[in-house]
């Protein structure tokens, strides 16, 4: 099924797109032509403040920053998914169309993509959720499986294992299969970036090897990349608490004496003093993390370069197989402007999701690429 979003720009999933206030700014902008939910479970992901963070930095120098920092380009979260289970955020999706449809005349025909997570028959369970949903509203609903959040401590991305990712694909076309719901719905699935061939043909394989008797994937799109895992952004430790971001999602290092944790944090936080030769400064993690590393997912412009080349590389992998042609992208990671925008569509993203711009600049960046490419804004 070919994915129409006019414009081709929506938000990818992360947590500017967690309450029903940001589902609802994001839907009303006339810039957006689809809008992500942030990755939900069935019974919602148990989110502590003092441990699940994000932040932003400067690329070039590794510098933490306050995210309206001109020189915010990148962001790093130890973040997991959404606090909201699956059906109040459901529940919040249709709220925001509704209110739109009421208060300013907006049709409720633009997408959203459910963004979901979970075991595989947990999965399998969400389908069914958003297939009800949809039939009872007849709103224009898509799934996205997240297979790829890096953060999760001792459980890796199940797209980085082409049996688990097989498991996953196989549920997923038997929910589809089996639904009682007439209309199916459009289902796709969020990759990590991936770093040598053998990744990428390996999730091809797994789409191969799942499809249908007549060579049909039960996959309509790929969102590529997720954020890059296990990556560290430091602060020098005679500074206190890393500024990164003032939001009350997240959690910043606590504050330190003489380069030394505080308090319990001590305890849980062993390599948060990180020092070389006599003489030269002492660092820790500017971000809390689960595993108590200070490493997180970075996403923004740090990663660019890597998610171009893992759109451009799945697109002609895609392209050799006549039965995965169809399956479109939507290519995510390091876009904040036109520029950046039309580099994905260059390398073959069907449409652009944007993050950590979204996060830094809110909806205003949607119309900024609007302005940029010639469109007309507010």
């Known amino acids: 099924m070919a994915l129409r979003f006019d414009p081709p720009y929506l938000n990818s999933a992360g947590p500017w797109a967690t309450s029903r206030e940001d589902l609802q700014a994001l839907y009303e902008c006339r810039h957006t032509g689809a809008v992500t939910t942030r990755t939900g479970t069935l019974d919602g992901f148990a989110q502590d403040p003092k441990v699940h963070a994000w932040g932003y930095f400067d690329a070039r120098s590794n510098a933490p920053l306050p995210e309206r920092s001109p020189n ?70 898509l799934l996205e499986v997240n297979l790829s959040c890096p953060n999760i401590h001792e459980r890796p991305p199940p797209a980085h294992d082409q049996v688990v990712l097989q498991e996953y694909l196989l549920k997923l076309r038997s929910a589809m299969v089996s639904s009682a719901h007439q209309q199916p719905v459009t289902v796709g699935i969020k990759l990590p970036p991936y770093t040598y061939i053998a990744q990428f043909q390996a999730v091809v394989a797994g789409l191969q090897a799942t499809a249908s008797a007549d060579g049909a994937s039960c996959i309509s799109f790929v969102t590529s990349t997720n954020t890059l895992g296990n990556c560290l952004v430091l602060a020098p430790s005679s500074d206190g608490p890393a500024p990164l971001t003032s ?17 319990d944090d001590a305890q849980s936080h062993p390599q948060d003093q990180i020092q070389n ?12 993390s689960e595993s108590g590393t200070g490493h997180g997912g970075v996403g923004g412009a740090a990663i660019h370069p890597l998610s171009l080349g893992n759109v451009a590389t799945l697109r002609r992998l895609l392209d050799e197989r006549e039965e995965l042609r169809g399956i479109e992208i939507l290519g995510t990671g390091g876009v904040s402007n036109w520029e ?37 804004v507010n």
């Open 72 to 141: 915010a380009n990148s962001s790093i979260n130890s973040l997991g998914y959404s606090p909201r289970p699956l059906d109040q955020i459901l529940d919040d999706v249709e709220a925001v169309a509704q209110h739109a449809h009421a208060t300013r005349g907006v049709s409720p025909s633009k997408p959203f993509i459910v963004s979901v997570t979970g075991t595989a028959d947990q999965v399998s369970e969400c389908y069914d959720r958003v297939a009800q949903r949809r039939s009872a509203t007849n709103l224009d609903l």
């Open 247 to 263: 939001s009350t999602t997240s959690s910043m290092a606590p504050p330190t004496t003489n380069g030394v944790l505080e308090g």
């Open 277 to 288: 030769q006599p003489g030269e400064p002492t660092y820790r993690p500017a971000l809390t």
């Open 340 to 376: 950046g925008a039309a580099r994905m569509r260059a390398v073959g993203a069907r449409a652009v999701g944007i993050g950590t711009a979204v996060g830094k600049d809110g909806t205003d960046v949607f119309g900024r690429i609007a302005v940029e490419g010639g469109g007309v």
